[in-house]
């Protein structure tokens, strides 16, 4: 690579753990950039880009010139469907540990990202929220949103007896007392997870609050899967 190059990208979202899309994952190709007006640089193997960057939009990262989360994440809005990077936005930004904050993507988004890119980007950003802790439930928020369903709360806390916590989950439809849980995989096959949903979902049930479980199956057709929502939560009036 020359001395002024770096990776970017799909590349940079792998190094820096976004959740992509597995066939993104599975690339055999490198992003690699260089500052424009350099030429993007062309081998095989590679993809090459040429990018507008300022100083603050590369960094080392492991011993290797990266963009910053920030920069690869605005990068990403010309490879994303829009779901996927709302996805990898709210990874981003995550409560938690976050790698950027809201304010450093639209510094990058105003200033150097060309007005294509900045379009899909500033869609998406009004969509992102740190309370979400994965993919599906990203997904699913923002396709509830746009079905025209009030917002969600995120990661939701109920409270009990005591004011003690008594269950936290995924989304929570409040006017209709309706909560949906995405369960992974690992919710059926780790036994221990599976006592813990079922305790949980009964201590629910208990307290008025209704159940609708989603799975990744439900996500590949977002139409039906609102309607079965509408009329789950229109049952309750």
């Known amino acids: 690579m020359p001395a002024d190059a770096f990776f970017s990208h799909v590349t940079a979202g792998m190094l820096h753990d976004f959740p992509l899309p597995l066939k993104l994952q599975r690339s055999t190709r490198l992003d690699i950039s260089r500052p424009s007006p350099h030429r993007a640089p062309h081998a095989n193997s590679i993809i090459g880009h040429r990018l507008t960057v300022s100083d603050h939009d590369i960094y080392e990262f492991n011993g290797l ?19 996927e990077l709302v996805a990898a936005g709210d990874f981003v930004i995550r ?15 105003r200033s150097r990202v060309s007005p294509r890119g ?19 439930e990203s997904m699913l928020r923002v396709l509830l949103e746009w079905a025209g369903f009030p917002r969600p709360s995120v990661n939701h806390e109920f409270v009990g007896a005591n004011n ?8 929570f ?6 909560v949906l849980e995405y369960q992974g ?7 221990l997870q599976w006592r813990r949903d079922m305790t949980r979902r009964t201590r629910l049930e208990g307290e008025g609050v209704r159940f609708m479980e989603i799975n990744a199956d439900d996500l590949k057709n977002p139409a039906e899967l609102m309607t ?10």
Do not use: F
């Open 173 to 178: 439809l409040e006017p209709y007392q309706l």
């Open 228 to 237: 079965r929502i509408r009329k789950r939560a229109e049952s309750a009036r």
């Open 118 to 136: 900045r379009q899909k980007i500033l869609m998406a950003l009004p969509l992102l929220n740190d309370r979400s802790e994965s993919p599906p």
């Open 185 to 191: 995989d690992y919710h059926r096959t780790d036994k």
């Open 65 to 83: 010139r990266v963009t910053t989360p920030a920069r690869t994440w605005c990068d990403l809005g010309g490879v994303l469907p829009l779901l």
């Open 164 to 171: 003690r916590v008594i269950a936290r989950t995924d989304l």
């Open 95 to 109: 409560r938690r540990a976050p790698l950027a904050s809201v304010a450093d993507i639209l510094d990058v988004a």
